[in-house]
C-alpha cells in the first residue's frame, strides 16, 4: 500500500474513532495523526493473531544498544524507539497459553502524541490484518508516558470515589468500538504496570545480590497505587476487564530479597539481567507474561 494513502486511511480512521468517543473524552490537543501512525517498518506477522499486545518498554523492554541481539524483533512501527525483546510479558503469556501473538509494543508509547498513539498504532495493527476475526484478546498495558493518564492519577489522588469522565476513558472507549468493528469476538483487556516500589522504599542500587539497598520514597506507593486506580477506572468505565498486575506482583518490586524475585530492577543490579534500567527484568517479563497469560483465560 501506497504509504501517503495508509498514513491518510489510519489518520481518518482514527479521527473517526475519537469524535465516536468523544462523549467521554475531555479536549485534546492539536496534533498531525501523520506524526504518530507512520507506516510498518518490521513485519508483522501475517494476519489475525489470537493475542495482540500493546504497551510501553514495560511491556516491549526494548534493547537501546546499538545492533541487533538474537533476541531483538524490529517493531511494527516506523519509529527508532520500536525495538522489542521476544522475552518480554507479550510473548511470555502468548506461550504460557499456546496463542498465536502479533506485539505491538514499543518504547516510548504514549511519550509521543499523549491520547493519539496508542489508538493510532491499535489503528495501524488492524490494517495490518493483525486484529481481525479470530482474534480473541487485545491487551494493553499502558500510561505512565502519557500525561492525560497522570491527569486521571491526580484526580484518583484528591477524590478516588469519584472520578469524572476523561480524556483516557475517551481513548478506551475508541480502542473498544474499532476492535468490536474489526474482531467482534475479541476481548479489550487493560493490564496494569507491576510492582516497583513497596512500603514507600525502592532500591535502585544492588551492589550485593542478596541484600538490596532499601531508599526512603514517601510517597511512592500511593502513586503506584492510585497509578493502577485510574487505569482500573478507565477500563471499568468502558465495560472492559482490568487485570491488577500491581496486586499480583507484589513482593517482586526493586527490593525483594532475592535476584530472582526482583521482577522489576533499579538502576544497578548487575544480579539480575535486564534490558533496561528502572523497568522489568528478563526473568521478572517472564514471570508477568505467564501471570498474565493466565488471567486472560481464567
Not at 467482534?184 to 550485593?208: F, K, T
Not at 532499601?214 to 476487564?241: T, Y
Not at 496486586?247 to 533496561?276: F, I, Q, S
Request: glycine share 10%; hydrophobic share 40%; aromatic share 6%.
Amino acid at each position: 500500500m501506497n504509504r501517503n494513502l495508509f498514513l491518510r486511511k489510519v489518520a481518518a480512521a482514527v479521527v473517526g474513532a475519537m469524535m465516536a468517543a468523544a462523549p467521554l473524552a475531555s479536549a485534546q490537543p492539536g496534533l498531525s495523526l501523520g506524526s504518530v501512525a507512520p507506516a510498518v517498518w518490521g513485519t508483522p506477522p501475517a494476519g489475525a493473531q489470537q493475542i495482540v499486545t500493546f504497551g510501553d518498554s514495560f511491556t516491549a523492554i526494548g534493547p537501546v544498544v546499538p545492533g541487533n541481539g538474537e533476541h531483538t524483533e524490529q517493531g511494527y512501527q516506523l519509529k527508532p524507539t520500536c525495538k522489542k525483546d521476544t522475552r518480554n510479558w507479550p510473548h511470555a503469556a502468548a506461550e504460557a497459553t499456546n496463542k498465536t501473538l502479533a506485539d505491538w509494543s514499543c518504547n516510548g508509547t504514549g511519550g509521543m502524541a499523549p491520547l493519539l498513539e496508542l489508538p493510532a498504532v491499535v489503528e495501524e495493527s488492524i490494517l495490518a490484518g493483525n486484529i481481525g476475526p479470530g482474534t480473541e484478546r487485545v491487551v494493553i498495558m499502558y500510561g505512565g508516558l502519557d500525561t492525560f493518564q497522570w491527569v486521571d492519577v491526580a484526580t484518583s489522588m484528591a477524590n478516588a470515589q469519584n472520578i469524572a469522565p476523561s480524556a483516557m476513558q475517551g481513548v478506551y472507549a475508541a480502542i473498544k468500538n474499532r476492535v468490536a468493528q474489526a474482531a467482534p469476538d475479541a476481548e479489550v483487556v487493560i493490564a496494569g504496570y507491576p510492582e516497583m516500589a513497596s512500603n514507600d522504599r525502592v532500591c535502585l542500587i544492588n551492589p550485593i545480590p542478596d541484600q538490596p539497598a532499601e531508599l526512603p520514597a514517601p510517597g511512592a506507593g500511593l502513586v503506584q497505587d492510585h497509578l493502577r486506580n485510574a487505569a482500573r477506572h478507565a477500563a471499568e468505565a468502558n465495560g472492559l476487564r482490568f487485570i491488577d498486575t500491581l496486586e499480583l506482583t507484589r513482593g517482586h518490586g526493586t527490593c525483594a530479597p532475592k535476584p530472582e524475585d526482583r521482577w522489576v530492577v533499579g538502576m544497578y543490579d548487575p544480579a539480575v539481567p535486564t534490558n533496561l534500567t528502572n523497568h522489568p527484568s528478563i526473568n521478572g517479563s517472564g514471570e508477568i507474561g505467564r501471570i498474565i497469560g493466565q488471567e486472560l483465560y481464567r
